[in-house]
């Protein structure tokens, strides 16, 4: 954990959040400027500040931060139509927050490219 | 391996396409529509035909995959400016191949929405 960290204050529920879903290792928790009807943000509540330092140690994280996101869109009625997961990594990718974090977009026609 | 499947034969060698990186588990190769100055693709070599048919003995493979595409934006040297990853699932989203893929986008500034 890092106090410094907003993502990690949630996950302390130090800071509020709109949080949908938990297990031990990840946490959900609504977008608060959604770009889609459903936009959720997936997170491993231990502290990773950029998708570049994930280790082959680390790494299984993302796949539990999947493993959730499926569940919910599973769960808001857009597994079947569709949905896209996005992550962002630096500054030219838009990444704003530095805890590793995973978007979950659905509800509408998404648009190629993605950004 | 799905022989109907176009990302099956090109890990069978059975299609061409730019591979630009493997290993055991995962195969990356130019997207052959790139939509930024660096578009790759990371799959799995096993046929997982969505992202939804991950399961917890299957999902480690997502780790592979984005571990494979930093190693590659590394080399890219889009690793520091930035770069995106972005799983599509389904027809809404954009899927138009049915099986599991990972795009890597970098090169330039990418904008938000993600599509």
């Known amino acids: 954990m890092n106090d410094d960290c907003l ?3 949630i ?6 959040a709109e949080i949908v879903a938990e297990d031990d290792d990840v946490l959900a928790f609504k977008d608060v400027n959604p770009q889609a009807p459903t936009h959720l943000l997936v997170i491993p509540k231990s502290h990773i500040a950029r998708l570049s330092d994930l280790t082959p140690e680390t790494a299984r994280v993302v796949g539990q931060t999947v ?3 499926n569940r919910l869109a599973q769960q808001s009625g857009i597994a079947e139509p569709g949905y896209r997961l996005v992550m962002n990594c630096g500054p030219q990718a838009g990444q704003s927050v530095w805890h590793l974090h995973l978007h979950l977009l659905g509800g509408r026609p998404m648009k190629w490219p993605p950004g």
Request: charged share 25%; glycine share 0%; hydrophobic share 50%.
């Open 11 to 16: 996950a302390q529920r130090r800071l509020p």
């Open 67 to 69: 493993l959730m996101a």
């Open 7 to 9: 993502f990690c204050r």
